[in-house]
C-alpha cells in the first residue's frame, strides 16, 4: 500500500483522530479552569454532540439500505444450496459471537478495568444543541428491512426492488461523502473528553490487551471451523487452509473482504479437488457478502468490554442473547467493505444495549484498529464453509454444475 493510500485510509485517519484528541485533552486537563480551558471545552462537546446526533440519525437509513436490498437479491434465487449457505453463515456467526460473549463474561473481569463513571472532571454543557431525530426507531427500520425485503423478493416487485437497490447505493454514498468525515470528528472529540476527565490514561492499555485477546479468538474461530468442515466432508481440511495464506495477507492489507474476493476465489481454487469448482464459484464470492464471523466476534466482545469501561457494567444476559441473534442477522445484511459490520449494526448497539454516542465513537475506534484482522479471518474461514457446501452436494447427489467463474 503507497504511502498516499495508508494517509487516506479511514483507520489512519481515526488513529490520528485519537491521539490527537487525547492530546488536546491532556493539555486541557494541565489548564484546568481557566478561561481558555472552558471555552475551547465548549467548542469540543458540541461538536461531538452535534457529530453524535449526525451519527444517530444515520443509523435506520443504514439498516434499510444494507439489509433490504441484500434479502431481496437473496431471496429472488432461493434455492436449497442458498438456504444452505444462509444458515451456516448464521451460524457460524452467532456461534462467533456467543463464543465471545462467554469469553467476555470469563475474562473481562479478569482484566481489572476500572469504570470510568466516577471520581472524574465534569464537562461543560452543550452551548448548541442541534436535535436531529431519527425518521424512524432502530428496531422499526430492521422490521420495515425483513418484511419489505421478503415481500419485495416473493412478489418479484421488480420496481421495488430496483428501488431499494437504488436507495443502497445513497445511502453508501451519505455513508462515504457525510458521515465517514465525521467519524474522525466525532472520535477526536470522545477521546479528548475521556482525557481530560481523567480515564483515559488507565484504559489505553487494556485496548491493547483486549484486540489481542480477541485475535486469539479469531484463530481458535477458524481452526474449529475446519474442523468441522473436515469431518463432515470426510476431506482434509489442511488441503484448503494452506493455499489461503495470500488470501489472508490480502484482507489484513484491505480491510475488504470484497477487495480481497480475486485473491479468495484463487486460493480457492489451488484447493480443487479437496473444493468443487462449482462450490467455490458459488460459494466464495457469496460468502464474502454474508459471512463475517471474524467481524462478530470483534464486535461482540467489545461491547461488553466498552460497557464496562465507560458505564461501570456488564449488559444483562438477556441482552448479549439477543444482540447476539440479531447480530448475526445484520452481519448477512452487512457490506464487506472496511467497517461494514460494525456500521451496519449501529442500531443493535444503540438499541439492544443502550450505547450513547460516546460509547458509538468508542466502539467505532477499538473495532478500526483491528478490523484487518477480522476480515482476514472472514475470508479464510469462507473456505471452510464453502468446505462444507462441497460434503454437502456430495452426500446428497448433486451433480457439479459449470458455473462461470467470476474471478478476475
Known amino acids: 500500500m503507497s ?39 465548549n467548542i469540543i462537546v458540541t461538536i461531538h454532540y452535534i457529530a453524535g446526533q449526525f451519527l444517530n440519525f444515520c443509523v435506520p437509513l443504514i439498516i434499510i439500505g444494507f439489509v433490504a436490498p441484500s434479502i431481496t437479491r437473496m431471496g429472488a434465487n432461493a434455492s436449497r444450496m ?16 456467543f463464543s465471545a460473549t462467554a469469553a467476555g463474561y470469563a475474562i473481562i473481569p479478569m482484566l481489572n478495568i476500572a469504570s470510568a463513571v ?18 424512524m426507531p432502530v428496531m422499526s427500520a430492521l422490521f420495515v428491512s425483513v418484511l419489505v425485503g421478503l415481500a419485495a423478493a416473493w412478489n418479484r416487485s421488480k420496481t421495488t426492488i430496483a428501488l431499494l437497490e437504488e436507495f443502497q447505493q445513497i445511502v453508501l454514498s451519505i455513508v462515504t461523502r457525510f458521515l465517514i468525515p465525521v467519524l474522525p470528528f466525532l472520535i477526536g472529540t470522545t477521546f479528548c473528553q475521556l482525557a481530560y476527565e481523567g480515564s483515559i490514561t488507565e484504559q489505553l492499555p487494556v485496548f491493547l490487551v483486549i484486540i489481542l485477546i480477541v485475535m486469539a479468538g479469531h484463530y481458535i474461530w477458524m481452526a474449529l471451523l475446519y474442523f468441522i468442515a473436515g469431518a463432515y466432508s470426510g476431506r482434509n481440511p489442511l488441503n484448503v487452509i494452506k493455499n489461503y495464506g495470500p488470501a489472508y495477507m490480502t484482507a489484513v492489507g484491505t480491510m475488504s473482504s470484497a477487495a480481497t474476493l480475486s485473491v479468495a476465489l484463487t ?49 444483562t ?16 445484511g452487512a457490506p464487506g467493505v472496511p467497517g461494514g459490520t460494525v456500521m451496519a449494526s449501529l442500531g443493535l448497539i444503540t438499541g439492544v444495549l443502550g450505547f450513547d454516542a460516546t460509547g458509538t465513537a468508542l466502539m467505532l475506534t477499538i473495532f478500526a484498529l483491528q478490523d ?7 475470508v479464510t474461514t469462507d473456505g471452510a464453509l464453502t468446505l462444507i457446501l462441497t460434503g454437502y452436494a456430495e452426500k446428497h447427489g448433486i451433480g457439479e454444475q459449470k458455473i462461470a467463474s467470476v474471478a478476475g
Not at 495508508?6 to 481557566?34: E, N, Q
Not at 444476559?317 to 448477512?332: E, R, T
Request: glycine share 8%.
Open 3 to 41: 504511502k498516499k493510500g495508508i494517509t487516506s485510509s479511514l483507520p489512519f485517519k481515526l488513529i490520528v483522530a485519537l491521539f490527537l484528541g487525547m492530546i488536546i485533552g491532556f493539555w486541557l486537563s494541565s489548564i484546568h479552569g481557566s478561561s481558555l480551558c472552558t471555552a475551547l471545552l
Open 82 to 97: 442458498l438456504l444452505l449457505a444462509l444458515t451456516l453463515a448464521y451460524v457460524s456467526s452467532i456461534g462467533a459471537a
Open 118 to 135: 466516577g471520581g472524574l472532571r465534569s464537562l461543560p454543557e452543550v452551548i448548541f444543541k442541534l436535535s436531529i431525530p431519527q425518521v
Open 267 to 315: 486460493c480457492a481454487k489451488k484447493s480443487e479437488p479437496t473444493l468443487r469448482d462449482d462450490m467455490v464459484n458459488f460459494g466464495i464470492p457469496l460468502f464474502a457478502n454474508i459471512h463475517l464471523c471474524g467481524s462478530v466476534m470483534t464486535e461482540t466482545f467489545f461491547v461488553m468490554a466498552v460497557s464496562k469501561i465507560l458505564y461501570g457494567v456488564y449488559p
Open 317 to 332: 444476559v438477556g441482552n448479549m442473547i439477543l444482540f447476539c441473534l440479531l447480530l448475526g442477522v445484520f452481519a448477512i
Open 372 to 378: 484487518s484482522f477480522g476480515t482476514a479471518c472472514n
